[in-house]
């Protein structure tokens, strides 16, 4: 059973920096796509960032392209979103996800994960 815990969110200023963790278990995830997405009150759930496990292929939403960096810990079966310059409207539960790979590149879409954890809080005040 996978199981993903995102930890690292809290309140932040406009223009702070937080990073957020998801540990991932359950399984060897050499072949997987992680993602993170995030969701704002009464909004979509929307993509954030992904990386493929196997390559560290990274693709990121326009919103956060050159703030934000995902990576991944082979060692911890850990992966890291980093968010710098952060603003108010980056204001969202932050999720992360997790789905064997295939053969596409990137998964962007929310359907095309099966797992996801439980979210983490993220608050940027102006």
């Known amino acids: 059973q996978v199981q993903l815990v995102e930890s690292g969110g809290g309140l932040v200023q406009a223009g702070g920096s937080l990073r957020l963790s998801c540990v991932a278990s359950?399984?060897?995830?050499?072949?997987?796509?992680m993602g993170w997405f995030r969701q704002a009150a009464g909004k979509a759930r929307d993509f954030v960032a992904t990386v493929r496990w196997s390559d560290s292929s990274t693709a990121y939403a326009d919103s956060v392209k050159g703030r934000f960096t995902i990576s991944r810990d082979n060692v911890n079966h850990t992966v890291y979103l980093r968010m710098n310059s952060l603003k108010p409207e980056d204001t969202a539960v932050y999720y992360c996800a997790a789905e064997s790979a295939g053969s596409r590149w990137p998964y962007v879409k929310a359907y095309e994960y099966g797992y996801w954890g439980q979210g983490t809080q993220v608050t940027v005040s102006s």
């Open positions: 359950g399984r060897a995830f050499s072949n997987y796509v």
